[in-house]
């Protein structure tokens, strides 16, 4: 492991820790609004880790000069990943319109958005429902 | 920078804290996009991350609740799922070209042939702009149909809330 190598590869292990801090806030905090946080987070990580990707050494942003006379020297980055990014940007902002949309209704529902409480009110709700019909349906209502 | 901000995300019980820092999160990640050379990538992350996701979280948090509760117990299970996912994904990282390679897979395909084709077949500036609006327009229209999807879910989910509330107080009187 040379230190060009890490050099060269240390964004990438950046998005991952990155990535890595957004996934354990969905997975280890109980909070509905934090969790869409992390999943954000998450995604962003993932973003900057495509734009990397297309980052070239001593480019510019692929955008011409408006007379078009292109000088053919001019290094540009990759245009291709930037079109793929704006894309997946545009739609998490739509998912995470619809994560809140839910996390609203639950909030309705419940009364709450800790996901231990609705886990004890659910199991509270289905006990009640065991013991209301419980023999007719084999104890599994 | 970043990373100090996303572990703040993760601390912060506060839920007011805890939205403005995501909001801070996408602007540093804007800088990031722009030193990256994505600069329509960074207006975009601007004015969707930064501004719109901020106000949606700010609505949805005056809606239900402000505070995050303590979790009653700390479970080792998801650290560990974190750490194996991170280092399985550091591993993948090794056979990486370095950043910046102009020689890597990346870009030596597709991405050439957009940057050489596209001033004699659209005749526009800015490259971005004409792979999402020509080339891969029927990405372009992908994306608005799932955007068009989320706003008729969020509709249906949430548009008979007023209505609801306003029955639920007839009902108290």
Known sequence: MTSEFILGHLNYWLFIVLMMIGFYIVVARGNYIKKIVGLNVFQVSVFMFYISIGKVEGGTAPIFPLDMNIDPDVVYSNPLPHVLILTAIVVGIATTSLGLALIVRIREEFGTIEEDEILEIESKLQAKENSAEGPSMGGRA | ?173
């Open chain 2, 1 to 173: 920078m970043l990373v100090v901000t996303a572990i703040a995300i993760l601390m912060m019980r506060h839920l007011f804290a805890v939205v403005m820092l995501s909001s801070v999160f996408s602007l540093l990640c804007a800088l990031l996009f722009v030193t990256l050379d994505a600069v329509d990538v960074a207006f975009t992350e601007a004015a969707v991350g930064a501004g719109i996701s901020t106000v949606l979280l700010l609505g949805t948090m005056a809606l239900t609740a402000r505070n995050e509760k303590m979790p009653r117990n700390f479970s080792p299970v998801p650290l560990l799922v974190v750490l194996v996912t991170g280092g399985v994904l550091i591993y993948g990282t090794l056979d990486m070209p370095d950043f910046g390679s102009a020689t890597s897979p990346a870009q030596s395909h597709l991405a050439t042939q957009y940057l050489t084709q596209s001033p004699h077949d659209i005749g526009i500036p800015n490259v971005v702009t004409a792979i999402l609006a020509s080339y891969r327009g029927y990405d372009t229209l992908g994306e608005t149909v799932v955007v068009f999807t989320a706003c008729v879910g969020v509709l249906i989910l949430i548009g008979g809330l007023a209505r609801r509330r306003r029955k639920d107080e007839g009902g108290a009187n």
